[in-house]
């Protein structure tokens, strides 16, 4: 079904020369930080804030936010793609990168599920949250990270569609099968690669 | 501001009930609070559209538009019933 | 006649824009000419969708600011970063086309038989729903008393303001300017709060039914508030804006 163009009317975000190799598919680039969540900003006072891995129901280990503040940190600057086709170029944040936490367990379970406050979830191989691509940030761009975008503390897995990054994490379940979060429960794709456009299931 | 209300899908809701369901009374089934679907915590622009109980904040539905097909879950809904009358 | 009432396909339809009135500095309405546009309901809205030349698309809602039996328009406020806003509210002239559909909703409406005594508080560009309101009581000649509390940065953000000055009688318009106020100002200044409210809100006793509209943090401030003051959460209604 087409609809008629609306005469002079141009999207905001359009990919500007220079650019074109960062962007993934059908994506724009954006100089805002849009806000998008699925309900409503927890907050957890950091003295109640734990992240924790866990197995089958038992908590193999855990941090408090102190803890987790004494842990090696790095800086890490990416691109970040949403699947609702907005790309943030040269995004800075800070983080405990996922192999230092997971390194504090023995398993050989091949995927987790990220656990939030509000109920949120989204899965991941373990490859994936490996090898220097993945990590538990709690500053952006120099500032202490905002309710709002996560805060305290996200998950940063820059190379998928950024809904697996998720927001307000509280830790890791580790599993023997990839079983689908929030949105890959309704309709997005198991995996998230935004190289391959793969934003919806069965692409 | 990510957060509105029922009344801000309106047409979305028309889209995918066949009728305009701003009024209709929702049943949670998290909490077993009924209110008006208007009146419900709508999170908008995401990869999807979040409905959720003003009461305890349970998913009540969740609307994604998938290659340009709405797809519904109403799991979180015990009941819907449209209001009936001459308007 | 009913047939706004009837329930039926809600479908994308072109429309034409057929003027454009500068309300405030950053405020258009947009005069739009609807074929077979079946009437609308004072208090409803319309989505409209933009679509650009490589297919990319923008949906927003936006509420009806006319009464039923007026012709259609609607009341833009423009956002500086908003997507869909800027377009409408700069770009856009008298005979451009857009697709909308319409009109939506049936709980944020009010009609005479709905009864009163009413109480409309509007932040920002929420008066528009709520002017539909006032202009659809005014036509239908109903007397039910109604006050409208408007809140605005400064005066010269209120849109209608000349409209809304000639309400009189059984109708009473109060503003309140949060940012400035002009020399001279005699109506309230600051932001809505619960003491402002107990001033204008009808009392709990005499049954009001109240319509709320604005941001979100506005819409659920006051209605806390008015809660408060003993209207019952059922005699609230609501409906919350959001940006671009």
Redesign the interface.
């Known amino acids: 079904m087409s609809s008629p163009v609306s005469r002079g009317f141009r999207h905001l975000r359009r990919p500007s020369a220079g650019q074109e190799g960062r962007v993934p598919p059908g994506q724009y680039v954006t100089q805002g930080f849009p806000v998008l969540s699925a309900g409503p900003t927890p907050r957890t006072p950091l003295p109640e804030w734990t992240f924790s891995i866990r197995q089958d129901g038992d908590t193999l280990t855990s941090w408090t936010w102190q803890e987790f503040q004494r842990l090696p940190a790095a800086t890490v600057t990416a691109d970040i793609h949403c699947v609702t086709r907005w790309t943030k170029l040269d995004t800075v944040w800070r983080g405990v990168s996922m192999d230092t936490l997971l390194e504090h367990v023995e398993h050989d379970d091949p995927y987790v599920l990220a656990f939030c406050d509000g109920g949120y979830t989204s899965n991941l191989p373990v490859k994936d949250v490996t090898g220097g691509q993945a990590w538990v940030a709690f500053d952006y761009g120099g500032q202490p990270l905002e309710s709002e975008h996560g805060g305290p503390a996200r998950l940063l897995v820059p190379h998928l569609y950024f809904w697996k990054s998720a927001k307000w994490v509280r830790g890791l379940e580790l599993r023997a099968r990839d079983e689908p979060g929030f949105w890959e429960s309704h309709g997005y794709h198991i995996y998230g690669d935004p190289w391959k456009e793969q934003r919806y299931a069965g692409d | 501001?990510?957060?509105?209300?029922?009344?801000?899908i309106?047409?979305l809701l028309?889209?995918v009930f066949g009728?305009?369901m701003?009024?209709a009374e929702a049943t949670c089934a998290t909490c077993g609070a009924t209110s008006?679907?208007?009146?419900a915590?709508v999170?908008?622009?995401?990869?999807?559209t979040?409905v959720?109980c003003r009461t305890c904040?349970g998913?009540l539905m969740?609307i994604?538009q998938?290659?340009g097909v709405n797809?519904v879950?109403v799991r979180g809904l015990t009941a819907l019933d449209p209001?009936q009358g001459?308007? | 006649m009913e047939r706004t009432a009837v329930r039926g396909r809600l479908t994308w339809q072109v429309a034409t824009v057929a003027s454009v009135r500068t309300e405030t500095d950053s405020v258009r309405t947009l005069g739009l000419e609807v074929p077979g546009w079946p009437g609308h309901r004072a208090g409803q809205h319309l989505d409209v969708r933009l679509t650009a030349e490589d297919g990319y698309r923008a949906e927003r809602s936006y509420s009806i600011a006319t009464a039923g039996g007026e012709p259609v328009a609607i009341t833009v406020e423009r956002l500086d970063d908003g997507e869909v806003s800027p377009y409408l509210t700069g770009e856009l002239r008298a005979g451009d086309q857009l697709e909308l559909r319409g009109p939506i909703g049936r709980w944020f409406v009010w009609d005479p038989s709905d009864g009163g005594p009413l109480l409309l508080v509007a932040g920002g560009s929420g008066v528009v729903p709520l002017r539909a309101i006032l202009r659809h009581r005014q036509r239908s000649g109903s007397n039910v008393p109604v006050r409208l509390l408007y809140s605005s940065r400064t005066l010269a953000d209120v849109i209608y303001h000349r409209e809304l000055d000639q309400y009189r009688g059984g109708a009473q318009v109060s503003y309140t300017l949060t940012r400035s106020q002009p020399p001279g100002w005699t109506g309230y200044s600051g932001r809505v709060d619960a003491a402002m409210l107990a001033e204008i809100a009808w009392p709990a006793s005499q049954h009001p039914l109240a319509f709320v509209c604005g941001p979100t943090s506005f819409v659920e401030a006051v209605a806390e508030q008015l809660v408060a003051l003993g209207y019952p959460a059922g005699r609230v209604k609501t409906e919350r804006f959001g940006g671009t």
């Open positions: 501001m990510v957060r509105l209300d029922g009344n801000a309106g047409g028309h889209e009728a305009d701003t009024d008006t679907v208007a009146e915590a999170y908008l622009r995401g990869p999807g979040v959720r904040s998913v969740v994604s998938i290659r797809c879950d209001r001459a308007r």
